[in-house]
């Protein structure tokens, strides 16, 4: 079964579920709650969107925007995280992106780096005694 991507609204029914996985994304961060709340302003006010990309194996929300001509991903979580990034890979070269492009603090969600040939990194510094973050480039 091929892997569908479904703009989710906060009208529709997966709109809690996507909220509980994308929560789980920021509880292990030092500022998590605050971060989880920026996401759901920029969602709130339309800057970013969800997406649930799903088959039988995959249920994996994903949270981004567009900067330019690239596609920034905001947050992750769920399940099926290859099936669902291959997924957004092949959406976001059918709109004509450049890349898409993501931060980690996370060691889970640098998996993707491992997952996909092709990511540039970079290390950002944070200040305040945060960890520093990871930005990751996949050119399409």
């Not at 989880?36 to 039988?56: M, N, P, R, T």
């Not at 993501?102 to 970079?122: D, P």
């Amino acid at each position: 079964m091929e892997t569908r991507l479904t703009f989710i609204t906060p009208n529709t029914p997966e709109a809690s579920a996507a909220a509980v996985q994308l929560r789980r994304a920021y509880s292990h961060l030092e500022n998590g709650e605050k971060h989880f709340a920026d996401v759901c302003q920029l969602i709130a006010s339309g800057e970013a969107g969800v997406y649930l990309a799903h088959d039988d194996k995959t249920a994996l929300y994903l949270v981004g925007e567009t900067v330019g001509n690239d596609y920034h991903l905001l947050a992750v979580g769920g399940c099926g995280l290859r099936r669902g990034i291959s997924a957004l890979i092949a959406q976001a070269k059918k709109a004509g992106f450049d890349a898409i492009v993501w931060e980690t603090a996370k060691r889970g969600v640098r998996r993707l780096q491992a997952v996909f040939e092709g990511v540039t990194v970079s290390q950002m510094e944070q200040g305040d005694g945060l960890p520093p973050l990871t930005l990751h480039k996949l050119e399409l």
